[in-house]
């Protein structure tokens, strides 16, 4: 792990709940986070006072009841020149995540971004994981869930 970067966490949803661990880890690492919740209400925005713990925390809700109104994909951070981060970490609905990847790519910045996808058998065996990958199809229980945007077809190209 890399350590005195400027990383940006992206979640959305449930998909906020992983990055807490993440930051407190990269906190530990002496990174320098900015972190971006989206929730569709106030009261869905997951865990903010622990991620204030870690980082500097920017909350985007649908109904606009805090933060700005909208998506975490709206907020202004992506129009700031030059970007602020060098790393990004993603993780919640599949959309959000391909527009972060977009946004990483125009920016020039490394995006890891955490799937969630059906994983019955955990083994890779049953193969209702797979994505589809520019090495082919992957299965995510045994090779994920966590993939570099760029190596995920159709997602960034």
């Known amino acids: 792990m890399v350590k005195h970067e400027k990383v940006l966490l992206?979640?959305?949803?449930?998909?906020?709940?992983?990055?807490?661990?993440?930051?407190?880890i990269l906190k530990e690492n002496e990174n320098e986070l900015?972190?971006?919740i989206g929730a569709k209400t106030k009261e869905d925005i997951l865990e903010k006072k622990k991620f204030e713990k870690f980082g500097k925390v920017f909350i985007t809700?649908?109904?606009?009841?805090?933060?700005?109104?909208?998506?975490?994909?709206?907020?202004g951070l992506w129009r700031q020149t030059p970007f602020m981060a060098d790393k990004i970490y993603t993780c919640g609905p599949e959309p959000?995540?391909?527009?972060?990847?977009?946004?990483a790519l125009?920016?020039?910045?490394?995006?890891?971004?955490s799937l969630e996808q059906t994983m019955a058998c955990g083994l890779g065996a049953c193969l209702c994981c797979v994505v589809k990958t520019k090495d082919g199809h992957t299965?995510?229980?045994?090779?994920?869930?966590?993939f570099d945007s760029k190596e995920l077809s159709g997602w960034v190209n």
């Open 10 to 24: 992206v979640g959305g949803g449930c998909g906020v709940a992983p990055l807490l661990f993440l930051a407190r």
């Open 61 to 75: 809700t649908e109904d606009g009841s805090e933060g700005r109104l909208g998506l975490v994909i709206h907020h």
């Open 34 to 36: 900015y972190i971006l």
């Open 106 to 113: 125009i920016h020039g910045i490394n995006c890891e971004v």
């Open 96 to 103: 959000m995540m391909k527009e972060v990847a977009r946004l």
């Open 139 to 146: 299965c995510t229980c045994t090779q994920g869930p966590v």
